[in-house]
């Protein structure tokens, strides 16, 4: 099963729901779907999806999925990496509606360039990012470094406030 977190933002990600819909309905990644879907205002006919999850419910979902696909959340993204889990991140962009500014994007590079995350910047390279992720594994060591990540990101977000 294939998890996708689109977290807890009032802002809708119809982009990535459209996508995952789609793909789910393709079926050529050969595994179904489950979205917590959110806010968002599409709603997927091809893959199975909740609007809200418990934390405690996401983390089953986590331990369970083969691979997760999730919004560019530092709680999301740090829970999967806790699990041990490489996540397929695709950042919320602003300029397109989906969130109040870009720092999605440069936690997600961060992470990218560590090596503890793939990162899906278009639409288009969400299938082939699923597929090469996999069941793919972070190192013992990525709790630590995707913190010290979020320390940073911190550090970058409040220099924009």
Known sequence: MIFVIMG???HPFDRLARAVDQLSAAGELGEDFF?????CRYQPRHARFERFLSFGDICEQI????????HAGAGSTLVCIEQGKHPVMVPRRSVLGEHVDEHQLPFAEK??????????REMAE????????GSRMVPADALGRARELTGWLEKFWRGLV
Do not use: Y
């Open 35 to 39: 979205v917590q879907l959110g806010t």
């Open 8 to 10: 807890m933002e009032v």
């Open 63 to 70: 331990r369970r999925a083969s691979v997760v696909v999730t």
């Open 111 to 120: 992470l990218g360039e560590a090596g503890l995350a793939t990162v899906v």
């Open 126 to 133: 969400l299938p082939a990012a699923i597929a090469a992720t």
